[in-house]
């Protein structure tokens, strides 16, 4: 599949629009850019988005050439049509597209197109042999548990050769991919949306579960002999993310030296009893 010029990995948004309207919003605009299932609102707003990696594509309503918008990750729902060289996001699409104002622009798409849960997944019909390194023992792993797990360096050549692999399983305990850490960056098949997602969700009781945004952090509190998930180091925890933990009793925040973190400002969505350390 084609990769996207690099230029897109800059989107910006010059957030004049949420400045203008931040005073009466309801959701504050960075939980709302958060909530908003792209392709959903995409679809909703009338436009036929097409997955290509970790955007989707779309027609551009100024120009009518191809455009393209994040669907996860730091960058969620900020767009950035090459024609035009411009950015926006997912709000201002609809403010043009319905003709309304900001505000209620992002109560329609927090109304008609937040996240709802989709079909059970198809397991994954591909299979690494995942190998120890010493590295990774350098690095505080233990080689047991990362063999328990499916964490290794994948033998042969792949997509994710060079990675630092972790085998994904659903909360049924359904493999459904494989997720990479390659120089501190992650790397993942574009099939597979980590906001639908808490990593080893399979393996915790309902009780008191621990939560990180670092995976290699998830391996030693792991370790440590608690049981802990990670986010797959999403900046916020996703809609999806909130629901599968409020299966748990008490939910134990690892967020450290990131106060500023958007998370902070939704982790009001966690109805269990939670807290940080
Ligand atoms: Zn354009």
Redesign the pocket.
Known sequence: MARLPQVQEDFQDDGLDRKRYEKEDKMKYPEAMQTIDTEKALTYLGFEPKINGSYLEFI?P??L?K?SIRYHGEKKNVSY?Q??K?GSNIIALAVKIKVIEFQDAKNLLIEKATYTDKQIEEPLNLNYTLEWTDEMGKIGLNQELCQKLGVGKPKGKTMLSGSLVFTVYNDQGVKVAYWGLKDGKPKFHSSFNPENYLYNIHNCAPGEVHITKDMIDCLRIIHSGSPCLCNFGLPYISTKQYSLLNNFEKVVIHWTNDKRDVAFSCITQIRTFYRFV
Request: glycine share 0%; charged share 0%.
């Open positions: 551009c100024t120009c050439n455009a049509c024609t035009c411009a």
